[in-house]
């Protein structure tokens, strides 16, 4: 009769996390083999329900891709565990898995940009088979600790003893793979990034002076830097992508396919633009919106070189890892002045937020045209194509709303009785912000004092001095555009085109 496992499933969880562990560390060796980690986490992403990425970005914000990443992990390593049980008695068991394992992932991997065929083809395969050569090498390491010399009983717990040790190597080698191979994709992409530098701008604009930023604690900068610039989008782990063989492909209803390399981009005329972006799923009084310095090629002199025909009504701009937006394309012609960006802030646009190219087109929410890692730009009828989001329950067409915020005082902080600065920020691109107004409790409404605009597509700030009362109280604050339009006070949810309501937070008031 053959003994019970002492470790029943750690083996198998152990093989796996080697074999992922090996992807990753392989991935990082070679720009050729994609992270196996990033390659599924694609595919749960694509085919997640419309809910389930609503809980997700609403509940973890920018720290969605984080956890989905380690949740890939963990998920694949509890498979592990099944796996080792299942296999006690029946090793063609994991073989099967592993082997599957090596074709579902060869299968995702080479559906990621970059990857060569050949080097996925050896890696992925090699990976599975020394994660099952580790859960082999465990299966008999555990079952010597399980059998006991009845002359020596000190053999079973020696036998243990390097089960353990091989056991507990394997693991920390897997994890030390994994955090290796990050780290060097991580280092390749970032050496390309720096090494590339970024062009002199043809159309400078000054830095923020003192009259745009009231630099009031807790107020919002009116720049924002990475890593507080917030970040949503589809991508798991960020794309690796390589400015010597990047390419932007500018296709579909022109009168001739255009095909421009970084250097093109770069030798073109830069333009310099204050833009405020917003993702569609930002709540009222969210933080998933950001003002920033972006510098690239207008828009439309790429447009214009392809020269678009009459047919075409709709701009699909698409990533290197085939993630497509789509907007009118009056839009780009209308005067608001988009840009193919490739600088954020004075430096090369950050790895997460597009690099080495992105589409900034102010006034429109991200999930419509804010393509990061750009890699082509077709143009189609409006009713030829619906863009990433728009199956998944979101509006095809996506214009930022006036949206205006507090910052100081937070949603349930106590102030000293007396005169307190009240301050936020306020936004709407292509229209600008005329008029921002404070309500304290059911008291008249006070004008609040702006920063001077950096452009009507970038947002400003706004403070007012309120007078707080002893006891608890309700603040709110509403936005005019440079329409005259007043923000709804209605409240309304993200889905499907952008929430709409006035802020509203809870503060207390202790005596001096």
Not at 96 to 107: E, I, K, P
Not at 254 to 268: Q, R
Not at 281 to 288: T, W, Y
Request: aromatic content about 8%.
């Amino acid at each position: 009769m053959q003994p019970r496992p002492r470790f029943p499933g750690l083996d198998g969880a152990i093989a796996v996390a080697v074999a992922i562990g090996l992807t990753e560390l392989l991935a990082g060796l070679s720009a050729a083999v994609p992270s196996a980690i990033a390659s599924v986490g694609s595919v749960v992403v694509d085919y997640s329900p419309p809910v389930v990425k609503d809980i997700a970005i609403g509940t973890l914000g920018t720290a969605d891709k984080g956890a989905l990443a380690i949740g890939t992990v963990v998920v694949a390593v509890l498979i592990g565990v099944v796996i080792g049980r299942l296999s006690v008695k029946r090793f063609w068991i994991a073989i099967a898995a592993f082997g599957l394992f090596a074709l579902l992932g060869v299968g995702v991997q080479l559906d990621q940009p970059g990857a060569e065929p050949l080097y996925v083809l050896v890696a992925t395969p090699f990976a599975a088979l020394a994660g099952l050569g580790t859960l082999r090498l465990l299966y008999r390491l555990d079952a010597s600790a399980r059998l006991e010399d009845p002359t020596d009983g000190r053999v079973g717990d020696n036998s243990k003893r390097r089960f353990i040790a091989v056991a507990t190597g394997a693991g920390v080698g897997a994890a030390a793979a994994m955090a290796v191979g990050r780290a060097q994709i991580i280092r390749r992409s970032e050496a390309d990034r720096l090494a590339t530098g970024l062009p002199t701008s043809d159309n400078p604009l000054a830095a923020p002076e003192t009259a745009h930023d009231f630099q009031l604690e807790g107020l919002t900068p009116i720049i924002q830097h990475e890593p507080d610039f917030y970040r949503i989008d589809t991508a798991l782990i960020v794309p690796i992508v390589d400015t010597d063989s990047w390419t932007l492909r500018v296709h579909g209803l022109v009168e001739e396919e255009v095909v421009f390399s970084f250097d093109d981009i770069a030798g073109m005329e830069q333009h310099d633009r204050f833009v405020t972006l917003s993702c569609v799923s930002n709540e009222v009084g969210g933080d998933l919106v950001g003002n920033a310095r972006w510098q690239g090629v207008m828009l439309t002199d790429l447009l214009d070189m392809a020269r678009p025909l009459d047919t075409a009504g709709q701009i699909v701009p698409r990533s290197v890892d085939g993630w497509a937006a789509g907007f009118p394309i009056e839009a780009a012609y209308d005067g608001r002045e988009p840009i193919v960006a490739v600088g954020m802030n004075g430096v090369p646009l950050p790895r997460k937020h597009g690099y080495p190219a992105r589409l900034v087109v102010p006034g429109l929410y991200g999930y419509v045209s804010a393509t990061k890692w750009l890699s082509e730009i077709e143009l189609t009828t409006w009713d030829g194509f619906d863009s990433y989001w728009v199956p998944r329950g979101w509006a095809k067409e996506g214009p930022i709303k006036t949206q205006s915020r507090i910052d100081r005082p937070r949603n349930g902080q106590t102030v000293s009785e007396g005169v307190y600065t009240v301050a936020g920020v306020a936004w709407a691109p292509n229209r600008g912000i005329a008029r921002v107004e404070v309500q304290l409790d059911e008291g008249e409404w006070q004008e609040a004092e702006l920063s001077d605009p950096l452009s009507d597509d970038a947002w400003v700030q706004w403070k007012v001095d309120v007078d707080f009362p002893v006891g608890a109280h309700r603040l709110r604050v509403r936005a005019t555009d440079g329409t005259g339009d007043t923000q709804p006070e209605q409240p309304m949810p993200p889905r499907p085109d952008g929430a709409t309501g006035w802020h509203v937070i809870a503060v207390g008031t202790a005596e001096a």
